[in-house]
């Protein structure tokens, strides 16, 4: 229908609304019908009561029953039977939170009610970025155990409000998503969410991208591979132990703002790490890969799981007061295409203008190297040795509730850079002063033992000490670990820690990995920051 409906012969509470399409912009809005004896200049200005919305962030519009008893009571009994329909739409709260919301409008031309109904309908129906047929898997064991609680409660509502279908499948074992990807017929879905944590991700991750693979005829094992871009969008539903990877995408860890975010079919671009060990397939990763530190906290909160979620503060707790180096090499090839750097302080957001550019220099480069005419990557590595107390590669900020700016505050989620963040051996009060600093509005790199670099790829290769009896025998074994008794300050060197990724441990310290720009597509926009939600937040 190429007119929107006209005149204003609508109610909105009772009052005489104006409801007009603003087609330019794709906006909807309604607001106080203007009093005509102001003329027509006061009618086409509009009112500080006057409300708006996109039109690709209206979720459905339905026909509404009046209620018999509103009906029959006040101003209605001197009108012929009204009609009405509901718009339910996207609605901003606070800490970037969205909420479904609703307007109802009421009138007495029904021709006039159900053209808005039609031609509202039909702008939707042109959405086709929209999912209509989803695969969702749930984690029951995650977190608190309470992921078929929050789908069934929180998300099948709103699904069944935007007529979104889902087929569900509950996870039985580990690895129930990955294997059960790589057998059923994907291809009539609009795309895959998973209702879990962080591991639950991972495992969706890995069986989509595998399967992607597979079918391409893509060799993971080979480190030098061009993987396939994933045709599907994961969504996530957080309902785990951590959920760093929604609230890095979303901006918060809710379970009605992510299902939305599904719903209106948004969709943003993410870079995945791939991780070899001797031209072995490892891993993937999207958010951190953590060696030192925060595998070894890994590592010991693993025997510690019946714990709950406090075994991560006890776990990290009796770490830092083990203070362990590693020794070792780090190569590794900046990543020139991109247009941003570690400390600039231009953190990645919605339509992230980093993100694009770096994409778009990146494959100019990859067109350059493919004809030859440039082949540098030998001539650009560099090689840090030394003894560390953690390295760490983000693919994005890594921020949670507990660290709001995250490991790295502006990494970028798809700009096919990781920033490697090298801890080198310090004392035990830098290092601590390095760990708050993660909780405030400081610079965490601002430390002369901290280094951050943004890399394409990077290797890391751990030196086992020749002689680890005559090293190791002055560690005094306490209840919290392995601490240096003789020199509370200083770090013991051990040979290997693990590797901590995205929450699952390596045990092969040597690994290379290698970033994939924007192999991966999430159902959502990235976080918003809009001058209406920071003053909200």
Known sequence: MEAEPGPPQLWLKRRRCLLSLDRPRALLVWGPAPDPGRGPAAARTPGPDTCSVPVSEIITVEETEIDEKHYHSGKWQKMSKPYAFTVYY??????????????????????????????????????????????????????????????????????????????VIVTEHANHAKDSLFEINIEKY???????????????????????????????????????????RIGIIPAGSTDCVCYATVGVNDPVTSALHIIIGDSLAMDVSSVHHNNTFL???????????????????????????????????????????????????????????????????????????????????????????????VEEWKVIQGKFLAINAANMSCACPRSPKGLSPVAHLADGSSDLILVRKCSRLNFLRYLVRHTNQDDQFDFAFVEVYRVRKFQFTSKHLEDEDSDLKDLGKKRFGQICSNH?????????????CDGEILNSSAIEVRVHCQLLQLFARGIEETPTQEALS
């Open 190 to 232: 609009d795309g895959i969410v998973c209702v879990g944590g962080d591991g639950m991700f991972s495992e969706v991750l890995h069986g989509l991208i595998g399967r992607t693979q597979k079918d391409c005829g893509i060799d993971q094992n080979n480190p030098k591979a061009s993987l396939v871009q994933c045709s599907l």
């Open 90 to 167: 996207v609605k901003r709260a606070r800490r970037h939170r969205w909420r479904c919301s609703h307007v109802t409008f009421w009138g007495t031309d029904e021709m006039l009610c159900n053209q808005w109904i039609q031609t509202l309908r039909e702008l939707l129906e042109k959405l086709t970025c929209r999912p209509k047929h989803l695969l969702v898997y749930i984690n029951p064991f995650g977190g608190k155990r309470q992921g078929k609680r929050i789908y069934e409660q929180k998300v099948v509502p709103l699904f069944n409000l935007a007529s979104v279908t889902a087929d």
């Open 283 to 377: 891993k993937y990763s999207v958010s951190l890969l953590g060696y030192g530190f925060y595998g070894d906290v890994l590592r010991d909160s693993e025997k510690k799981r019946w714990m709950g979620l406090i075994r991560y503060d006890l776990s990290g707790f009796k770490t830092f007061l083990s203070h362990h180096c590693y020794e070792g090499t780090v190569a590794f090839l900046p990543a020139q295409h991109t247009v941003g750097s570690p400390r600039d302080k231009k953190p990645c957001r919605t339509g992230c203008f980093i993100c694009r550019q770096s994409k778009q220099q990146l494959e100019e480069e990859q067109k350059r190297s493919l004809y030859g005419l440039e082949n540098t990557e």
């Open 488 to 500: 509370p300050a200083c770090c013991c060197t051990l040979p290997n820690s693990t590797w901590n």
